[in-house]
């Protein structure tokens, strides 16, 4: 039987009420042939023949010696004949070789099927290889982002659109003393203490998670198991954008304070003077530079030292930088949340 015997086999003696679906396999995204015993080509669809390069019309008629190279022909005539000899489906994944030369995976049956009284054999298969590419490169990152978010020392947290810890770092649930099962799950606000600049905080996580803004630099005061405040400067940036809404937020500490008790709230004013300590002035520059009495200025001071549990103007001044109520990359020194204000991009 020659080559144009075997295509016509694929365009003719079709039944008129199988024409549709032998149109539908011939153009189906799965990758379809049928062989005969002796490894020649009846008929292949277009997705099988892509496989090789090709067209089906370049396919049918020719033995799998003529596409595969021998090491692959002699394991398909291998598998041909399994089917052959046992007369039921077999399910596989195999390995081949693709025009680029490089290696593809195809998850498929093969199967007996009888053609002009012969017994033949077909197969069906769905290349897989950029979609096991995909899963690998992802693997991959995922692998290559846990280590970066175990082994960075940054407590970080991915958060979801409702503002649930989804994962967290070991860092992350150190600084809350907690183990990172225990802190998975937890709702952010939470880990928050009360402030007045919660609600600038909460409008600027509605904008990340309604797309107006990509990532935000901020600071809010964090509230570990035991009760225990620290400042602490928060990269929050979103993640995995559909139309409207992103669905997470990676929060980073950047830098954090010394843990304390809670304390009241410092007044502009009290945090202005610590400002101007921490620059060098002396309680006369203090009362010039805020329209201060020398009285209110040492009145100030001395609520401050309680405050602060500081007995001397330095320790003072050391305390407000560790406890994060002065910014500690800043020059002149001011406020924690005025040097870290709610930007955004």
Same mark, same amino acid.
């Given at each position: 039987?020659?080559?144009?015997? #075997?295509?016509?086999?694929?365009?003719?003696?079709?039944?008129?009420?199988?024409?549709? #679906?032998?149109?539908?396999?011939?153009?189906?995204?799965?990758?379809?042939?049928?062989?005969?015993?002796?490894?020649?080509?009846?008929?292949?669809?277009?997705?099988?023949?892509?496989?090789?390069?090709?067209?089906?019309?370049?396919?049918?008629?020719?033995?799998?010696?003529?596409?595969?190279?021998?090491?692959?022909?002699?394991? #398909?005539?291998?598998?041909?004949?399994?089917?052959?000899?046992?007369?039921?489906?077999?399910?596989?994944?195999?390995?081949?070789?693709?025009?680029?030369?490089?290696?593809?995976?195809?998850?498929?049956?093969? #199967?007996?099927?009888?053609?002009?009284?012969?017994?033949?054999?077909?197969?069906?298969?769905?290349?897989?290889?950029?979609?096991?590419?995909?899963?690998?490169?992802?693997?991959?990152?995922?692998?290559?982002?846990?280590?970066?978010?175990?082994?960075?020392?940054?407590?970080? &947290?991915?958060?979801?659109?409702?503002?649930?810890?989804?994962?967290?770092?070991? &860092?992350?649930?150190?600084?809350?003393? @907690?183990?990172?099962?225990?802190? @998975?799950?937890?709702? &952010?606000?939470?880990?928050?203490?009360?402030?007045?600049?919660?609600?600038?905080?909460?409008?600027?996580?509605?904008?990340?998670?309604?797309?107006?803004?990509?990532? =935000?630099?901020?600071?809010? @005061?964090?509230?570990?198991?035991?009760?225990?405040?620290?400042?602490?400067?928060?990269?929050?940036?979103?993640?995995?954008?559909?139309?409207?809404?992103?669905?997470? =937020?990676? &929060? =980073?500490?950047?830098?954090?304070?010394?843990?304390?008790?809670?304390?009241?709230?410092?007044?502009?004013?009290?945090?202005?003077?610590?400002?101007?300590?921490?620059?060098?002035?002396?309680?006369?520059?203090?009362? $010039?530079?805020?329209?201060?009495?020398?009285?209110?200025?040492?009145?100030?001071?001395?609520?401050?030292?309680?405050?602060?549990?500081?007995?001397?103007?330095?320790?003072? @001044?050391?305390?407000?930088?560790?406890?994060?109520?002065?910014?500690?990359?800043?020059?002149?020194?001011?406020?924690? $949340?005025?040097?870290?204000?709610?930007?955004?991009?």
């Amino acid at each position: 039987m020659d080559d144009s015997t #075997f295509k016509a086999l694929s365009r003719t003696g079709t039944p008129g009420r199988y024409a549709a #679906f032998a149109d539908l396999v011939d153009l189906a995204p799965a990758a379809a042939f049928i062989r005969d015993s002796d490894g020649r080509y009846l008929w292949a669809n277009h997705a099988y023949a892509h496989l090789y390069g090709t067209v089906p019309d370049h396919v049918i008629g020719k033995y799998i010696e003529d596409l595969d190279e021998p090491a692959e022909a002699e394991q #398909f005539r291998a598998l041909d004949q399994e089917i052959l000899s046992r007369g039921t489906p077999v399910r596989h994944t195999l390995g081949y070789r693709r025009p680029d030369g490089s290696a593809g995976r195809a998850v498929g049956h093969r #199967f007996p099927v009888r053609e002009n009284a012969r017994t033949c054999v077909a197969g069906i298969y769905v290349d897989v290889t950029d979609h096991l590419r995909a899963t690998v490169q992802w693997q991959e990152a995922e692998e290559n982002l846990q280590a970066l978010r175990d082994h960075s020392g940054l407590p970080c &947290a991915l958060l979801s659109a409702n503002g649930r810890v989804v994962e967290a770092s070991a &860092a992350a649930a150190e600084l809350f003393q @907690v183990s990172p099962h225990d802190l @998975v799950g937890r709702r &952010a606000h939470t880990l928050l203490a009360p402030e007045p600049d919660l609600d600038r905080l909460h409008r600027r996580w509605n904008g990340l998670i309604s797309r107006r803004t990509r990532r =935000v630099e901020t600071s809010a @005061v964090l509230v570990d198991a035991h009760g225990l405040q620290r400042r602490a400067q928060l990269h929050l940036t979103s993640i995995g954008h559909s139309a409207s809404r992103a669905r997470h =937020v990676w &929060a =980073v500490v950047t830098h954090q304070s010394l843990a304390h008790e809670a304390h009241p709230a410092l007044t502009a004013a009290q945090i202005r003077i610590l400002s101007l300590l921490a620059e060098g002035s002396s309680n006369g520059d203090i009362a $010039t530079s805020l329209h201060l009495s020398r009285q209110t200025v040492d009145y100030h001071l001395s609520r401050l030292r309680h405050l602060l549990g500081a007995a001397t103007r330095p320790a003072l @001044v050391a305390r407000a930088y560790v406890l994060g109520i002065l910014a500690p990359r800043a020059w002149p020194p001011r406020s924690a $949340t005025a040097a870290h204000p709610l930007s955004t991009v």
